[in-house]
């Protein structure tokens, strides 16, 4: 089994991701609404959490690890790595490669196309095309794990993040295009649209629900990279390239929802990402 | 020592009550945040947190005990009870003793005054006097304990309540004053103005903070009652009744601040509560 965590319910939003590209194989989920969130909490904290999820899920049969959350990937990959033999996937490092192989943004390139002076095909100018927005709970942008990962790849690349503490919350409420939120994310996005990113990438597994959004105060040449299609992609092209361990896996398109808390509100922001009526055990 | 828990930074306003109080007598203090909030929890998994810190507090020498979170003392109260010998406080009474007990507000008077037929003196119309407000977290909200504990003293007593989630991340975030925060409030309080309540229960232990701007959205005639100063006072009668037990207590003036998780953002807003540089034990 494919085994998945997060801190609470937006990691469903990778589930929904893995099922659409590997529809056949079974997955277990493990959301930890008794301790959630995670991203206004230390990294010690989190470490501990991500350590006893990833050892639910393994003795529970799963044979790989998607950790669904970006504040547990910030700060959490390298003791989960350590920890466990079964490979461990997060979710930034496939955003980021997606975020650094897309083609400019229309925005960058009109600029480049206004400008006719020599000046402007010089590295320097050219690299202005990477100009990427990151935005994710305080645990993520603390960490700093954007901007690292996207500078091992792109060491010229311009980095911006915002922390957006309260959208999490938003989400949870169901609050997702009231004038509150509206306001809110205007208020966020505010400093990234005045670096002119071309490039925005979602650093938090809930922020897909509010894309949309998102997407029209950031403005519309601005591209939004997310963390699940481009998380599930990279875990089909993993399995591709290893058969031996791909047969390992069942395929009987099961999906076994865990949870360290249920309340209502939980089951029914579920429903809204998974498009289906889940049924969650508790742990 | 007086044990004091919340499952986070909230309970520091009735610490703040206590010590203004009693300012002899030892705290001690725990805040649960590695695994705030609670408000969005069930009940079931509320009751195990709040027997954890309850044990912590009595093993680390506690010998009365303050649930200074009104979620836990809405849905754990009777658990803890009946689980430790030890005299349990709980910071909804209180709250509800002081709105029952408040006269009437000006609004009702008002109202009382204007209409000189016959009715206004009959006794459903003086119950009128009594319509009280009350917000909380979902968990507390849904758990009906404000309403039952009104109609238990007052039983024609009007009771509405309205839950406001994002109140405690807005106080967490620090933007106690910013538009956002003005339009959320004001929205959350709308079915209670529309009721033209004359007294308002703050119902969790983050929203004195926000006091002044709730008092202007709700309007000047609304009497607004919180627990702190309240629960402060119980208990300082209650050991006025009983030297036997508070002799038994310290009184070196300390206080013992634990926390289960420490971020600097929840530093600072026990700094801010507290009015002095707080120093955490992390447990």
Sequence with gaps: MIGIFDSGIGGLTVVRAIKKRLPRHDIIYLGDTARTPYGNKTP????????????????????IIVMACNTA???????????F?????EVISPAVASALSRPQSKNAKKTAQKKTSPKETSPKET??????????????IKSGVYERKIKEIQPDAHVFSNACPLLV????????????TRMIVKKYLHPLKTRQINTLILGC???PVLKDLIQKKIG?????????GSSAAAIADYLDARPDLDSELEKNGDLRLYASDLTPQFE???KIILKQNPLFQRV
């Excluded at 010690?44 to 044979?63: C, M, P, R, S």
């Excluded at 033999?85 to 996937?89: M, N």
């Excluded at 919350?169 to 509150?180: A, C, F, I, T």
């Excluded at 519309?220 to 699940?228: A, L, N, T």
């Design 44 to 63: 010690e904290t989190v470490v501990k959490y991500a350590l006893e999820n990833t050892d639910f899920l393994i003795k529970k049969g799963a044979k």
């Design 73 to 83: 990937s910030s700060v959490a990959f390298d003791a989960v790595k350590k920890n």
């Design 85 to 89: 033999d079964a490979p461990i996937f």
């Design 127 to 140: 690299n202005k095309a990477h100009f990427i927005g990151v935005i994710g709970t305080q645990a993520t």
């Design 169 to 180: 919350p938003l989400v949870e409420e169901g609050w997702l295009n009231r004038p509150e």
């Design 205 to 207: 597994t809930h922020y």
């Design 220 to 228: 519309h040449r601005v591209v939004i990279v997310d963390s699940p």
């Design 268 to 270: 029914k922001t579920a």
